[in-house]
Every structure is written in C-alpha cells, then in structure tokens.
C-alpha cells in the first residue's frame, strides 16, 4: 500500500482525503459530539494552526452528506449522512483592506448565498443578510440550517493594538452573531471556533446557549495530536527519521 503522505498546511478535510494525506481519525469525538450532546449549539477555542479549520470543515462533509470521504475512518458506518444546508463561514477569508467589516462580511454572505446555493440575497445589510440566508435555506431544503464559523474573532484579535477599531468590530459582530440567537429555532447544529474565550468578549453576552467545549475533558483531543496519534499515524516516519538521526524511536518521541 503506497504511503500516505504528509498534510503540511492542508486544513481541508476533502482535500487531506482526495490527496491521500494523513489524518488522525477525530470522527469519534466528532460522532460522539453530533449524538451525545443535547444542545447543539457549541463554541471552541484553541491556538492558531491547532486544527481548528479542519474540524470545521470536517464537520462540513458530515453535514453535506459525503459518506464515501470516510470510508475507512470511525464515522462512515455509524452516521446516516442526512445532507442539510450548511452555511459555512471563515472569516480567514474575509478580506479588509479598503472597506470596513460591516461590508466585508455583507460581500462574504452575498457571494456565498450566490456562489453556493444559487441564491440572490435582497437585504441590503451585513446581518440581516446572514438572517435572510437562514430563512430562504430553511424554506428551499425544509430542513434545519448548520452553521459552521471559522476564527469568528479574528477581525477582533487581529486589531487589538488599534482599540478603537477593534471595539467598533467587536459591536459589528455583537450585531452579526445576535442572529444565532434570534434563529436558534432553524438551526440544527452551529460551531464557532477562535482563540479568544467567548464568555469574556461582550460579543457573546446575549449567547447564553452556546455550549463551551474549550476545557471539557471529554473533547479536550477534537484538534491538535496526542502521543498515541502521532505513534499510529505517523509511524513509518518516525521510523524513517529516528534511523536518520542514528538514533531509536523511543527516543525520537521523548524528544517530540
């Protein structure tokens, strides 16, 4: 069997399975996540580059419906694959440079809506369009709408040597994220991920039923690896390193 190889700045789950990269199997923390809990509601924060989009996007493919991209992996025969509007927000992605936040986001939500489900928005502000999307995927697909936002503070973070501009984004996305509340009776399952605690960002004030899964033991290995992932996963490897720096595996791993 030809050798996986290395994901190195891949985050994308369809891309590490198309390219036959590795991946640490995370759909039984996922599955147990989707049945488990109640709520449905959740909020995360980890570091940057700790895995964070690609649990995003992961979530994406179950929520699409791709059964066959986990063939092979703990999910695929346990989840039905049911396929619901997904609407799937990254604000890596949403680029500022001369406009400001509210009309970045509006540009980000009208092309998405367009590119993606082929539907024309008519509000013509940056959360109301969010909400408008809500609606118009819940009367197309009859189905409960997920909602998947990746780094929702960024536009915060990025800004904090500026204060004055971080506060003004801070109230803009106040605005734009009320709408997970007002709408929480059409959305199936939401995710937000950043690497700032919510709870101590008045963004978040009136989001009193999201779930954080940011310290729950049961969820603490959703990203990043553990000992026993990187032994399993990447074994040839370190079997191919630890002869090249003349030295065993074991001690390969004490120094990893």
């Not at 996007?57 to 063939?71: A, D, S, V, W």
């Not at 605690?197 to 729950?216: E, I, P, Q, R």
């Amino acid at each position: 069997m030809k050798r996986k190889s290395l994901s190195i700045g891949i985050q994308t789950f369809s891309q590490l399975v198309d390219g036959n990269y590795v991946y640490a199997d995370k759909t039984e923390l996922i599955y147990k996540l989707l049945t488990q809990q109640k709520e449905g509601f959740y909020f995360l924060s980890r570091p940057r580059r700790f895995g964070k989009t690609l649990l995003i996007t992961t979530l994406f493919e179950i929520f699409k419906g791709n059964r066959e991209l986990f063939k092979g992996y703990f999910i695929y025969d346990k989840w039905g694959f049911d396929e619901y509007p997904v609407i799937h927000i990254d604000f890596n992605k949403i680029v500022m440079k001369n406009i400001e936040l509210s009309g970045a986001i509006f540009d980000y939500i009208k092309d998405y809506s367009e590119k993606k489900y082929g539907i024309s928005l008519e509000k013509t502000n940056y959360s109301s369009v969010f909400s408008e999307l809500i609606e118009k995927l819940k009367e197309r697909y009859k189905k409960d709408v997920v909602v998947l936002i990746d780094e929702y503070d960024k536009a915060i973070v990025n800004y904090l040597e500026e204060m004055e501009l971080a506060k003004e984004h801070r109230d803009i996305l106040k605005s734009f994220y009320s709408n997970l509340k007002a709408y929480s009776g059409d959305i199936k399952f939401c995710l937000l991920t950043g690497v700032s605690k919510f709870s101590k960002v008045s963004v978040f004030s009136d989001l009193n039923h999201l779930k954080d899964l940011t310290l729950m033991d049961q969820y603490s290995t959703i990203c990043g690896y553990t000992k026993e992932e990187i032994e399993i996963n990447y074994s040839d490897y370190l079997d191919d390193f630890a002869k090249s720096e003349n030295i065993t595996k074991e001690e390969l791993l004490e120094e990893i």
